[in-house]
C-alpha cells in the first residue's frame, strides 16, 4: 500500500512524526501479513533539502518527501485521463462477469 499526504505548506521536520504515526496505524491494523510495509509519500509546497534529509536520517519507515507545483492541469489532459480510468475500471467490472 502507498499513503500520500498532501500538505499545503512547505515541509517542517514534524511532518515526518506524523506520517510515520499513520504509516505503523495502517500496518497494525490494515495491512494482511503477507504485505510489504506501506510506503509513505508526502507532497508539500516546498521543500529544504537540508531539513528534509536531517528530518529523515534516522526514519525507518520507506517514505518519502516530494514538492510540488501549484498549477492547473490542461482540461483536455485531465478529460483524457478520466476517461482513460473509467475505460480502465469498466474492463475490470467486465472482466469479473465472465
Not at 10 to 37: M, Q, S, T, W
Amino acid at each position: 500500500m502507498v499513503l500520500f499526504e498532501l500538505k499545503m505548506e512547505e515541509f517542517e521536520p514534524d511532518f515526518i512524526g506524523r506520517l510515520n504515526f499513520y504509516l505503523e496505524a495502517i500496518d497494525r491494523d490494515v495491512k494482511r501479513p503477507h504485505e510489504n510495509p506501506t510506503i509513505g509519500i508526502l507532497l508539500c509546497k516546498g521543500k529544504n533539502t537540508e531539513v528534509v534529509e536531517y528530518s529523515m536520517a534516522r526514519n525507518v519507515s520507506p517514505a518519502m518527501v516530494v514538492d510540488y507545483e501549484t498549477k492547473l492541469i490542461d482540461k483536455k489532459i485531465l478529460s483524457n485521463k478520466l476517461n482513460q480510468l473509467m475505460e480502465l475500471l469498466n474492463g475490470k467490472d467486465h472482466d469479473m462477469d465472465t
